[in-house]
């Protein structure tokens, strides 16, 4: 594609519409990214959020933007003070706990490191700061040691939410604090209470309301006005909204430029929730399913759209991703006989001109899809299972072609397995480890699953060759079949019979 179409194009929370990504500083882009509140594992539903927006990182990366990501983790908070005590730890030590987790959770799903992740803890002067000047410019008052923001003050206030600043005030059920001016108003810092940590503020002792971090963290580290600004759609309200106010009220040129939603997750259909019993941790998913499979999954969807969790779709991911691995392994396997060969001839041979047309096509497709408002739903269909499809057919031949022909055939296919690696790549579906070894680890899983030892399985395929000695058809039928049900495909290739994942189902036992 040439590089003046390279035109991003990003749904706009703000202004409803996409619109073309045109950067304040040319080939820089500054992004917030709201991060977690750290007082437990992390639930699918932050795994969207987070590959949502590694997605977007990684792909301004490779459009060749310097990006400087910021990623907050909300060290203080009710929840975590909540379950300090229930857990009679410290909270900073819970907090510090569940962050490192997280970390881990994000390794496993291939989200890069953002540039920065900020503490709450370790930001307070910035905070205070922050207050302090939303008090001087007349947007924020105190009371009692608590501090509020007075939302009548925002002009714009709910511009981003579409709420109205009446309808905030409309079927509240908790009683108003008396000492809001506006029932609206929310707090930017909270007196001390016994046993919480609080911090000295010209105020007294106290610790900050939520929103308020996330203003003062990307002003921090970003500037006040800065690109792009992301987070789930639950956010939109109150969150991002005050979050404007707040930065808009202490900044004069304070704003983002693009504000970025992802869709929330659904478990079968239901909302996620802990008193449902239907909570799904990261963790507890990558036991049984590869995080690959998971963040294939997770990009099933485009990242606005309402993404539906349910095992089904996490074995049809396994299946098509297991698919893709397995064919740019064949195609390592099959080029090893000829490396040599091409070596010295290699330099001399051209692209067939199927092979050209075939990457052409994979690459346009995959920047037209990504360009277009990064729509990852289907990403490795279309074009991308032709070049699959060329590679499984091209080895199959080489063995029979003449020398010229073939080598012509053999740089084709190298360069068809590096355009594939390279979306594989900018998607974050690649880790460290080789194919096989990708391979190898979701074979595991599959085990997993399936309740089976290898040995197990391999002692059925024993069974079944001898059932096929035995002329006892229905019998070999019958242990495949059970296996097939189990996420298990026996394949008989040549006079070997190895084992695949594949996707469980009745219908696959009879082929
Ligand atoms: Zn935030």
Known sequence: MEAENMELKLYNTMTQQKEVLIPINPGKIGLYVCGITAYDFSHIGHARAAVSF????????????????????????????KRANENKEDPFELSKRFCKEYLVDMEALQCLEPTHQPLVSEHMDHIIEMIKK???????????????????????????????LEHTRAGERVAVDSRKLNPADFALWKAAKPDEPSWESPWGPGRPGWHIECSAMSAHYLSPKFDIHGGGADLIFPHHENEIAQTCAACEDGGVNYWLHNGHVTINNEKMAKTLR?????????????????????????????LSFSESQLDSSSEALYYVYQTLQDLEEGLLPYREAMDEDGGKAEQTAEAKEVINKLKTEFEAKMLDDLNTAHILTGAYQDALKFINASLGKLKKMQKKQRM???????????????????????????????????KQR??????????????????????????????????????????IALMDIGKETVWRPCFPSQANSSN
């Open 54 to 81: 590694d997605v977007l990182y990684r792909y301004l990366l490779h459009l060749g933007y310097e990006v400087n990501f910021v990623r907050n983790f909300t060290d203080v908070d009710d929840k975590i003070i």
């Open 134 to 164: 939303i008090i001087e410019n007349k947007c924020g008052y105190e009371a009692g040691g608590d501090v509020f923001f007075s939302v009548e003050k925002s002009p714009n206030y709910g511009k981003l939410s579409g709420q109205k």
């Open 278 to 306: 239907n909570f799904k941790t990261i963790r507890e998913i990558t036991e049984r399913y590869h995080p690959l499979a998971l963040r294939h999954f997770l990009m099933s969807a485009h990242y606005r759209s309402p």
């Open 408 to 442: 012509s055939l053999l740089v084709s296919l190298v360069e068809i397995e590096k355009a594939a690696r390279e979306v594989l790549e900018v998607l974050g579906l690649l880790t460290t480890l080789s194919y096989a070894e990708i391979l190898k680890e979701m």
């Open 446 to 487: 599959t085990l997993t699953r399936a309740e089976l030892t290898e040995e197990a399985i391999l002692q059925k395929i024993e069974e079944r060759i001898a059932a096929r000695k035995n002329k006892e058809f229905e019998k070999s039928d019958q242990i495949r079949a059970e296996l097939t049900v189990k996420g």
